[in-house]
């Protein structure tokens, strides 16, 4: 481990009560290479942006490991998906007291706050066991690790680990759990968890890795005042002073040149998005880049989703902000397997403010109509050439938003699906059990042969795109297999 961090670890063990991880180290003041930024300055951009009325305004917000976003207002608390915006009233705030974190538990969404932990399902809320096996304690932070089950929570007096049902304590040594705040970083290559606390102006780093756990003290940070991890494991601090910085996984640590009275950082976990609010503007990071931005009002309080999508309050309004228009290709999905010819249109959300068009696909620039923005993929599903072919698309904006840079691949398999060893296959396993002969329900069309499914092919393919069938509670087929359906019934029914 680099010199800087505190390299002498104490073995800890995992029982429902875990003894101290007790690190000890010199005050190392930190290592700012003597020249060089790791970020610079760009031109300023005009974020995209979306009101949405909020009765009580945004209090404070929290991502979750989905990429959704927990808004809570004076009353409520909502919850703010990517692909269906704003959701209300997902559960009353005095369930909580005050939002301090969730995380996703089996089929239920844990709350956590001072009040406790309530779970909500679709059957509504209710107090599951960590809220008991955490009375007496006030959580300040609840977090997920990424990808598991893990849960860790701060408290007013210890830090646990919520691991298979078993409540753990894992003490750092010199926390004062009095004014803290805490995130998870990039997991180390040898599979450490790690886990980052703010601890009034100091950070802390706490790796696990299943049932072991140990404690790091890391002394070489700027005075911290705000702080989170960038999707590369990146540190970045606003310091007490209103400076912006970046430590790298080797210790090292940047000045961001530019930005100053920097008041807070969130990072987005999907992208290398930050936004920096500072006392006057925000800023937009990425690929190594600051971007300023100067909103009517500054944000009271603000998330990132793992998109890079700012979602923040002003007053009682909420705002979802992005430094770019989505561009994508209708009809082509990233990793789709193709049997026919295919007209795929590039679609954006600002056909208004678009300004130019450059598209390549399988190594070669397809001639792009500005105003009709199309462009063909042929493909002859009678003699396909088996492959994996790229299609890259770059978009300009004339808003002042960022430029857009967009690629994908698709498959060409060696022959088109048939309905032995394919389509076949899908109805035996998903069909025949209400659409077979001996066991049809009532009303139910047969449904075993090749000839039944070419007579009813165009309300099979409704009902699988669409997942009308199979019937709940079935889950709904998988995309690929609805493509092979659908695939097939394009390249003629092949036997």
Same mark, same amino acid.
């Given at each position: ?50 009101? !949405? ?67 909500? *399902? ?30 860790? !929570? ?116 999907? *992208? ?86 450059? !598209? ?88 075993? *042969? ?46």
């Amino acid at each position: 481990m680099h010199e800087t961090w505190v390299t002498r670890f104490a073995a800890c063990a995992v029982l429902l009560m875990m003894s101290s991880c007790a690190v000890e180290g010199s005050d190392a003041e930190p290592r700012f290479p003597p020249a060089g930024h790791a970020v610079a300055m760009g031109e300023p951009l005009t974020a995209v942006t979306e009101r !949405v009325s909020v009765p009580g305004g945004m209090v404070r917000a929290v991502t979750l490991p989905d990429g959704s976003i927990l808004v809570e207002s004076e009353l409520m608390i909502h919850r703010w998906r990517p692909d269906r915006g704003l959701e209300r009233d997902v559960a009353p705030n005095t369930e909580v007291g005050e939002l301090r974190g969730a995380a996703h538990v089996g089929n239920a969404l844990f709350l956590a706050g001072p009040a406790g932990i309530v779970g909500l *399902t679709e059957e509504g809320l209710y107090r599951p066991p960590l809220h008991d096996a955490l009375v007496g304690h006030e959580v300040v932070q609840f977090e997920q690790v990424p990808g598991a089950q893990d849960v860790w !929570v701060l408290t007013d007096r210890t830090l646990f680990r919520w691991r298979d049902g078993l409540l753990e304590d894992v003490a750092v040594s010199g926390l004062r759990l009095e004014d803290n705040e805490m995130t998870f970083g990039l997991q180390s290559e040898d599979g450490w968890d790690r886990l980052y606390i703010r601890d009034g102006e100091a950070l802390f780093l706490v790796e696990a890795r299943g049932p072991e756990t140990r404690a790091v003290r890391l002394l070489s940070a700027p005075p911290v005042a705000s702080f989170d991890v960038d999707v590369g494991g990146g540190l970045w601090v606003c310091d007490t002073s209103g400076g912006l910085h970046r430590g790298d996984l080797l210790g090292a640590w940047y000045d961001i040149a530019g930005v100053t009275g920097a008041e807070q950082v969130r990072a987005s976990r999907g *992208t290398d998005a930050v936004w920096v609010r500072t006392a006057d503007a925000l800023y937009y990071g990425e690929a190594r880049t600051l971007h300023s931005w100067v909103p009517e009002e500054l944000p009271s309080s603000f998330a990132v989703s793992s998109g890079g999508v700012l979602v923040a309050g002003v007053r009682r309004m909420v705002f979802r902000a992005s430094a770019r228009h989505r561009v994508w290709l209708r009809t082509l999905e990233d990793g789709e397997e193709v049997f026919a010819s295919r007209r795929v249109r590039i679609a954006t959300d600002a056909d208004e403010a678009l300004e130019s068009v450059e !598209v390549h696909h399988a190594g070669a620039r397809v001639a792009v109509e500005l105003m009709n923005a199309y462009f063909d993929i042929e493909i002859d599903p009678e003699a396909p050439v088996a492959g994996r072919f790229p299609v890259e698309v770059w978009a300009t904006f004339g808003d002042g938003t960022l430029p857009v840079e967009l690629s994908l691949h698709y498959a060409v398999p060696g022959e088109a699906p048939r309905w032995e060893g394919d389509v076949g296959v899908i109805a035996d396993t998903y069909c025949v059990e209400c659409h077979g002969a001996e066991n049809a329900m009532a009303g139910a069309r047969h449904l075993e *042969t090749r000839q039944q499914w070419v007579d009813a092919f165009d309300q099979i393919q409704y009902n699988v795109t669409t997942g009308n069938m199979p019937k709940a509670p079935r889950a709904a087929l998988a995309d690929e297999l609805v493509r092979r359906i659908v695939a097939w019934g394009q390249t003629g029914f092949a036997e």
